[in-house]
């Protein structure tokens, strides 16, 4: 079963424009949400986060929304540039357990046209 | 700050035989420290996490084991390999300015 999920393995998008990013997640339990980016044969880098007392976290180019009654979160990047191109992972976990085992999505490749 | 070093960075090994990768933290401890492994076209599966020394929690049943003889090492073996282990290992650690992971470099085990 398959907690968090990416529905769309790729998106190209050009540059300057908005990149919008999209993650479901099945765990109504799950309060603390990530998003990583990933360059091939490196280790994911953490991008944004978001608790579930949020709606909307912002940094700088980044930002996360929240929908809970969907959930749903999506990150958007404005504007997108061509070293954004890379795979987004969103990720999900119940923080509040103290595990801190976080469920990743299958990743998006993000391609971002000059 | 935290860092994590993992090695080796590429590995290629026959079927059949063993494994061993390493995962040291720098700059914390007591750390919760976590093994995932990215295969070809999946996202990223928790293989194991361990809260402190000799715990160790496996979360998917497989032909790997983990041990963490150290507060910051982890060590994830197997003693035979199978064609389905090939993936991208990481190592991961909490903390920091968020409530997410720190992850190592990675390791590229090739199974031939």
């Known amino acids: 079963d398959q907690q968090v999920k990416q529905n769309s393995p790729s998106l190209s998008v050009q540059e300057g424009r908005i990149s919008i990013l999209n993650c479901d997640y099945t765990?109504?339990?799950?309060?603390?949400f990530l998003w990583y980016k990933k360059y091939p044969a490196e280790g994911p880098t953490f991008l944004i986060s978001i608790s579930s007392i949020k709606d909307k976290n912002e940094d700088g180019r980044f930002t996360v929304f929240l929908n809970k009654s969907a959930k749903h979160l999506s990150l958007h990047i404005v504007p997108s540039q061509p070293g954004d191109s890379a795979v987004y992972f969103c990720a999900a976990s119940r923080v509040t357990s103290g595990t801190y085992k976080y469920i990743f999505g299958t990743g998006t490749r993000l391609k971002v046209l000059a | 700050s935290q860092t994590i070093h993992q090695w080796p960075a590429t590995l290629v090994q026959p079927v059949g035989s063993p494994l061993s990768l390493e995962c040291t933290v720098e700059?914390?401890?007591?750390?919760?420290l976590y093994w995932y492994r990215q295969a070809a076209g999946r996202g990223l599966q928790l293989l194991f996490y361990?809260?402190?020394?000799?715990?160790i929690s496996s979360e998917v049943p497989q032909n790997l084991s983990a041990s963490r003889p150290q507060d910051r090492q982890f060590i994830l073996s197997s003693k035979k390999l199978l064609l389905s282990d090939s993936g991208f290992y990481l190592c991961?650690?909490?903390?920091?300015?968020?409530?997410?992971?720190?992850f190592g470099s990675g390791t590229r085990l090739t199974v031939v």
């Open positions: 700059g914390t401890s007591n750390p919760n």
């Open positions: 991961a650690t909490t903390g920091g300015r968020h409530y997410g992971y720190t």
């Open positions: 361990s809260v402190g020394i000799g715990q």
């Open positions: 765990n109504s339990m799950f309060d603390y």
